[in-house]
């Protein structure tokens, strides 16, 4: 018989474990740095400038290589930068989305159906057929995570992704992820600095002095950074 079985059950999709990383020598910019996503979950990350937000999540994104700890991710994983026109690469949101999917190697038809299935996922399907510089801000970071979404990730890292938009566009993306999270069971870890954002997640995450700080209730979260 097992001595004990009350053991915690959640799985999480995003695991960062005593990650320490610095850009140069005396200047440590994650310490430790420990934190876990629960699967299925839509979590916030904060923190004042500098403090480390990016590049935890470019060492998630395995762009950079932690010099102490473990992370461990449920892949395939989706990322979408602050600005888009970094991220969008092709002339149109079609070809855009099917060049997400070209390491996957799938039938063209597989690929139709895929791009399609992921516009109408962002609910821009009639938008597939045009040019990325005729897109608003809000209709490129949408097609990023489309571009995600057609790949069928597990887990979407989102940086910043409403820095660049309007009150009422920011508020429909935010809706909009909160919505796919639990539509699709996709985790989603979103950086940002607008804490009525916070009112959309399942828990959040501040980061000062290279390790989190404090997590969980978002309401908590934003009640201590604007004190
Ligand atoms: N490419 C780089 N080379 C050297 N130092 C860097 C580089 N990128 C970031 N840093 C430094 O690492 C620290 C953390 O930066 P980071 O961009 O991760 O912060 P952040 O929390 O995302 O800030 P913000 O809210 O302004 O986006 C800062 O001191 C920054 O100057
Ligand atoms: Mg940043």
């Known amino acids: 018989m ?3 079985c009350l053991c915690n059950m959640t799985n999480f999709a ?4 005593n990650v320490s ?3 140069h020598e ?3 910019v994650l310490k430790s740095c420990s934190l876990a996503v629960p699967e299925g979950e839509f979590w916030m990350l904060l923190g004042a400038n500098g403090s480390g937000k990016s590049t935890l999540l470019r060492l998630l994104t395995n762009l950079l290589t932690p010099q102490t700890g473990t992370i461990t991710m449920t892949p395939p994983v989706g990322f979408v930068f602050q600005n888009p ?3 969008l690469v092709m002339p149109t949101v079609g070809a855009d989305i099917a060049f997400g999917l070209v390491e996957e190697k799938l039938p063209p038809l597989e ?4 791009v399609r299935e992921a516009l109408t996922a962002v609910n821009l399907l009639e938008l597939e057929r045009r040019p990325i510089y005729a897109l608003s801000g809000g209709q490129k970071q949408r097609i990023a995570i489309a571009g995600a979404i057609a790949r069928h990730c597990s887990v979407l890292l989102l940086d910043e992704p409403t820095a660049l938009l309007d009150a009422d566009t920011q508020i429909e993306l935010v809706e909009q992820v909160q919505n796919l999270v639990k539509s699709r069971g996709i985790t989603a870890l979103w950086v940002t600095h607008r804490l ?3 009112n959309y997640c399942d828990g ?3 980061l000062e002095g290279g390790k989190v700080v404090q997590q969980g209730d978002p309401q908590l979260i934003k009640k201590k950074i604007s004190h």
């Open 2 to 4: 097992p001595t004990s």
């Open 14 to 17: 995003i695991n960062v474990d």
């Open 21 to 23: 990383f610095s850009w």
């Open 26 to 28: 005396n200047a440590q």
């Open 85 to 87: 026109d970094r991220q």
């Open 111 to 114: 690929v139709r159906y895929r």
């Open 196 to 198: 009525e954002e916070l």
């Open 204 to 206: 959040a995450f501040l």
